[in-house]
């Protein structure tokens, strides 16, 4: 059984939320959200709450009832406070900057790293710190997962691109003697 699953969504009063067709849509201040759910959880949406119940006790479906839980409470937040994550580059050389609808890095490689920004984040730049502003966590999550793979921080020096809070560990390198 699903603890998650269980507990009763809260819908906030400034935010609509409609389900059809296995699709929930979440109107809020922010923006607008919809996902695509299976049919085998079934979701009811009242005036003022949630609640998810299987249709099935299936491995599957247990599985899935915790998780869209999840989905619609995060979709619920995103819509009415927005996702922010916060990158910070470290190293001689390393610079980020904002050019358009691209992020464009400058990590120690011989050329230039261009990422595309999608239409639904808002990302700003300056100095070392990347900050990435958006309503689906999903995706806010995603991209910033995507550019720290660029230029995974490295432990003797402590180069390159790390969430905000981060802790690297660092390594004592060679010995002389």
Avoid: C
Avoid at 105 to 122: Q, T
């Amino acid at each position: 059984m699903s603890r998650i699953g269980k507990k009763i969504i809260a819908i906030p009063k400034s935010t609509e939320v409609t389900y059809s067709d296995g699709i929930l849509v979440v109107k809020g201040p922010l923006g607008a959200l919809n996902k695509k759910f299976k049919q085998d959880i079934e979701i009811t949406v009242g005036a003022s709450e949630i609640t998810l119940v299987p249709k099935r006790e299936t491995l599957e479906n247990k599985a899935l009832w915790g998780t869209y839980a999840s989905h619609i409470m995060n979709m619920i937040i995103g819509v009415t406070t927005p996702y922010v994550k916060k990158l910070i580059i470290e190293g001689i050389g390393y610079k980020s900057e904002v050019k358009g609808d691209n992020l464009v890095l400058a990590l120690g490689f011989s050329h230039p790293v261009n990422v595309p920004i999608p239409k639904i984040l808002k990302v700003t730049a300056e100095k070392n710190v990347i900050t990435v502003t958006g309503i689906d966590k999903e995706i806010v999550g995603e991209f910033v997962a995507g550019v720290r793979s660029l230029k995974k921080p490295e432990p003797y020096k402590g180069k390159g691109i790390r969430y905000e809070g981060e802790v690297v560990k660092r390594k004592q390198g060679k010995k002389t003697a």
